[in-house]
């Protein structure tokens, strides 16, 4: 019904907490010392937390904006006030969708976290890989 | 079949995005598009076959066609999305060269 409002109020605080933290991490970078070509800082800056934290906000948004639209589609959305279909319907269309919420809304915005958190273990192996080949050849 | 017809959309434009490495075709968008939306749509079918059960592996025919419309809708969308992005991102820079001509 609104299952898609849930990973989009996390996808709302994660982008934030994201650009906070890209702004904090541009902060800590040190100046650009004289014959650094442009953009390498920058690119250095990227490699934080902050970019892997937009992996999990480009992921609840692209599923956000997707649902949506399916939503939209079964009627459950409409594009004018009040926006949510239930909302005309009754307290007990209300009450349903805000268990659907609970339910279906939190467990995908559980799923898609903890699907981001496997890739940054994932990611963690691939990076460290490189040192660890380079360490078995010497 | 939505799902189904994002994950096979998700797992193509990833193989592509590894196949190219280019990213100045912005193939990213289109994978965090279609993997964030088949994680949330596979939630949703396990929530649905909960209270199915063997009932929701054989949908009415009208309930699979329409669900297919959909999910190719939801494909065109993204690609949409995706073009409209590239385009207004132009990161080769050939709007912005046409526009100077």
Known sequence: ?138 | MTLLLTVFAAVITTAIWYQKNDKTLQLGLLCWMFWGASIMWFVDAVFEYIELRADYFTPALEDMINDSFLGLSVIALALVIWIVVLLIKDPRGVIKNRLKK
């Open chain 1, 1 to 138: 019904m609104a299952c898609f409002i849930v990973p989009g109020a996390e996808a709302i605080v994660v982008t934030a907490a994201a650009l906070i933290l890209k702004q904090r991490e541009a902060k800590k970078a040190l100046p650009k010392p004289t014959g650094v070509p442009a953009g390498s800082m920058q690119s250095e800056a990227k490699q934080g937390f902050s970019r892997k934290l937009f992996w999990l906000a480009s992921l609840l948004w692209g599923g956000v904006v997707l649902l949506a639209f399916e939503h939209l589609w079964h009627g459950e959305v409409q594009p004018f006030f009040p926006f949510l279909t239930a909302a005309t319907e009754g307290a007990g269309a209300v009450s349903e969708m805000l268990a659907e919420m609970a339910s279906v809304g939190v467990t995908m915005a559980v799923l898609v976290t903890a699907i981001w958190v496997g890739m940054l273990v994932v990611s963690r192996i691939i990076e460290k890989r490189p040192a660890a080949q380079a360490e078995a050849q010497a």
